[in-house]
């Protein structure tokens, strides 16, 4: 079974509108670690932001916030007025037990923002 | 502060040749990570090493050797080339404070084997 699921291949949205990435996880470890990156045209991963399972809080980082819904078991990231520069693929991963700790990464989403 | 090198960043070869990709950290960084990246696939976990002198495979790690003779770097070998090892290489390295983890990476080396 896929353990990360991003559903959204592709997504356009108008600038400065906010956007939810969708990212969806299977585990049946109760302490796990939840992780957005951000890869450009360039090429490099950029780390965004992580959660851990058991955090209370939503995690946030500047304009980047993270829609932690644990018993849904899904991640999204929320990217708020979004800018020309977060074009992009974005990556959900994750690491657990079942995983010897190692991330395990979905397909990721290419986000295109229109100007 | 480089942070993580890789070189080549580019790299081709022809079937059955043998070719060594070298990553570098100066994070003082305990765990270290080769993975490869297809078109329209998340990154795949080839081997990885969690302190000088030790490796252990990962998802995919056929077809790779790998060596972690000093704690900055992490070497990755391919031995006999094939067509189904092209692909973008990225090595990451991460120092383990628990949960959080967070790996940072390198540029990538896109390798095209013919």
Known sequence: ?115 | NAGVTQTPKFRVLKTGQSMTLLCAQDMNHEYMYWYRQDPGMGLRLIHYSVGEGTTAKGEVPDGYNVSRLKKQNFLLGLESAAPSQTSVYFCASSYPTGKTDTQYFGPGTRLTVL
Not at chain 1, 20 to 49: A, N, R, V
């Open chain 1, 1 to 115: 079974a896929q353990k990360i699921t991003q559903t959204q291949p592709g997504m356009f949205v108008q600038e400065k509108e906010a956007v939810t990435l969708d990212c969806t996880y299977d585990t049946s470890d109760q302490s796990y670690g939840l992780f957005w990156y951000k890869q450009p045209s360039s090429g490099e991963m950029i780390f965004l932001i992580y959660q851990g399972s058991y955090d209370e809080q939503n995690a946030t980082e500047g304009r980047y916030s993270l829609n932690f819904q644990k018993a849904r078991k899904s991640a999204n990231l929320v990217i708020s007025a979004s800018q020309l520069g977060d074009s992009a693929m974005y990556f959900c991963a994750m690491r657990d037990m079942d995983s010897n700790y190692q991330l395990i990464w979905g397909a990721g989403t290419k986000l295109i923002i229109k100007p």
